[in-house]
Structure formats: C-alpha cells, structure tokens
C-alpha cells in the first residue's frame, strides 16, 4: 500500500482510522526502510482490537458515558505512541457530538427536493442552531478535560493534536467554537486541522462561508485533508471535479502545512493524478 503511494509521487502518507493492528509490522519496516515518510495519523490507528472498519468516532470525547470517554483517551494515547515511533507530527482527531436530533441529512433532503430557499428550510437551520447551542456546553466541557489529560502527553512526544473541522451540524467544535478552543488551549501542542471537503458542506448547507471561516483559524492552521465536494454533499472528490473554490483559499496555505488528498478508493488513478495536478496549479508545487 504505501510502496503504492510513493510510487504515484507522494512523499507522505497519513495513516488514517482504518489501519488494523495486523498492518503495523510492516509500516514500520516500510518507513525504517526510507520507502515513505508518515506525515500525521488519524485517531484511532491503530484500530482498537476487534474492530475491523473504520471507526474515527467509535469513542467520542464528548460522551456522556465515562468508560467511553476513558477509552477514547487511552486509544488516543496509543495513537499518539504510534505516530512518535513513526516519526510522524500531527495527530487529526475527532472530537465528538452533541446528544441531540440529527438535522444535516433532513437538511440535505431539502436541498436535494429544491427547498433551500423555502421557509421550512430556513426554520430547520434555526432550530438546529438554537439546540446545539442549549445542548454544548456540558460536551464541549468534557472534550477539555480530555484534551487538558492529552496535552502533556503529546508535549512529551513533541507531536501535535489537528482538531478536525466537521461536516455534521451535530459535531463539535462548533463553526463559533473552535475560537474559544484555541483560547483555552494556548499551547502549540493544540492546533486546527481543515478538511476542505467539511468546510465546502457547511457552506452548502448555509452555515459558514469556507473561506473567511479558514482566514479565521490561519494561525492555529496546521494541515489539509483535500477533496472535492459536488453539490451538496458528495465528498473525497478529487480537486477541480466539485464546487470548491481553491483558488480563494490559496492565501491561507502556507508551505509548512500538509497537505493530505483524502479521496474516495474508488478514484481512479488518471482522476488522482489530475485532481493533484489542478490543485498545484492553483497553489504551487508547495
């Protein structure tokens, strides 16, 4: 797999939430052998024993239930042990969701049927917006307990947490949020993670405008998971086939940043191989 990757250009890989313990042996030979660098993992990876799909939200900070946040901490912790004996920088991680109605698929309906415009869609958004607001506060309060337990860890591996931006209306942090997150964390150890596929779906459903939204959290910015989105929400397109503006996000991509194309498996690859080309076009070889 990553003799496969590297053999289509790449110079790193992301270890995402799907590795099985089974595969770890021969990563790490793979990346002792100098065939490819690991850039960040993706929690849980190594997948929790038993669990055989990929899994990011299989324990949720946020949980209500304190042997499901222990376990996402300790996982978290193994992910964090793996990622040092990789060599690899950032950790992406999830934080969970707020215990309430799901609104983002019945939104999505209405967009599909030609009501985003109407009243109903309109009084959806509002309602979503005012219970996630109500219900927050005591999810969000247990993620940073969490996050304060984790912090210390990863200072001492010298690694850094990527706190992934969602596309679920019921996911956090939250659009407005992720200030106060990084307001309370002010160590470097604690940075923003964008994947522009989340950020292109929140502005189709109406909630955010991507690119102010990611001028926002520039200076926290750490990494890219890049894809496409087609209208309204058919992500992990290669770039150039959906409705993202990657140009207007070009001032706020830096060259320190990774870069991660997180693409459906089904891609072709003559589709990956344009999807990268049409993004360095707009960005630079960077």
Known sequence: MLREIR?????????SHGIRISLLPGIIEAVDAGEIKISSLHNFCPLPIGVTHAAPNLFKFTSLDARERENAYRHTLKTIETAARLKAPVVVLHLGCIEMKEYTDRLVELIDRGMKDSPK????????????????????????????????????????????????????PLEDDFSF?????????????????????????????????LESMAERLLGFHLHDVEYPVHDHRPPGEGGTDFAALKPWVKPQHFKIFELS??????????GVAYLKSLWGEE
């Open 7 to 15: 053999e289509l250009g790449f110079e790193y890989a992301e270890l």
């Open 121 to 172: 869609y309109e009084r959806l958004c509002q309602e979503a917006a005012e219970k996630r607001e109500r219900k927050k506060e005591r999810h969000l309060e247990l993620a940073y307990e969490i996050l304060r337990r984790l912090e210390d860890q990863v200072e001492g591996y010298g690694l850094k947490l990527g706190v992934e931006n969602r596309q679920g209306l019921e996911e956090l």
């Open 181 to 213: 997150l990084f307001k309370e964390f002010v160590s470097p150890s604690i940075g923003y993670w964008h994947d522009t596929g989340h950020g292109q779906i929140k502005e189709n459903l109406g909630f955010i405008h991507h690119e102010i939204f």
């Open 265 to 274: 498996p089904g891609t072709p690859v003559d589709q990956l191989r344009q």
